[in-house]
C-alpha cells in the first residue's frame, strides 16, 4: 500500500473537526455529541428543544455535501444500490438504539471520557464490522 498525503490530510482535518464539535456540543450546550441521539431527538416530539440536534445534524448534511461538490472527497461507489443503503442504514439505526448509542456517542464521546460501557460497545462494534467485512469477502465471495 502507497502512502496517500492527500488522504491523511483529509483525515486528520475529519478528525480534527469532529473533535471540535464535540468539545463544542459540550462546553456549549453540556450535551455529548451522537449522531444517532440527535437524530432521534429531531424525530421524536416530546424530546425537548432541538436548535442544537438541527444544527448538528444540518452541519453533518452541508460538510458531506460541500466535499462532495468541491471533489475533496469524492462520493463512494454504491455497489448494492439505494434499496441496500436504505436497509444498511434502517439495520444501523436499529443497532444503535440497541446500544444506547452511535459510534460517534461511544466512540468520540465515550471513550475520551473513559466510559467503560462505550469501551465495550466499541469493542462490540469493531468486532461485527471484522467479522461483516470477512463474510462479505469470503463468505459471499464478494
Do not use: E
Not at 17 to 35: P, S, T
Not at 55 to 78: E, H, I, K, N, S
Request: proline share 4%; charged share 5%.
Amino acid at each position: 500500500m502507497v502512502w496517500d498525503a492527500d488522504a491523511a490530510l483529509r483525515a486528520l482535518a475529519g478528525g480534527a473537526l469532529i473533535g471540535l464539535a464535540a468539545a463544542l456540543l459540550l462546553l456549549l450546550q453540556g450535551r455529548i455529541a451522537g449522531v444517532s441521539g440527535a437524530l432521534k431527538g429531531l424525530l421524536v416530539l416530546d424530546a425537548g428543544p432541538g436548535g442544537w440536534r438541527s444544527g448538528f445534524v444540518g452541519g453533518l448534511l452541508v460538510a458531506g455535501a460541500v466535499a462532495a461538490v468541491t471533489g475533496w472527497v469524492p462520493p463512494p461507489p454504491l455497489a448494492g444500490g439505494w434499496v441496500l443503503l436504505g436497509v444498511a442504514g434502517l439495520v444501523t439505526g436499529v443497532g444503535a438504539g440497541l446500544a444506547n448509542g452511535c459510534t460517534s456517542g461511544h466512540g468520540v464521546c465515550g471513550l475520551s471520557n473513559l466510559s467503560l460501557r462505550s469501551g465495550v460497545a466499541i469493542a462490540i462494534f469493531m468486532l461485527t464490522a471484522g467479522l461483516t467485512v470477512y463474510v462479505a469477502r469470503h463468505g459471499l465471495g464478494a
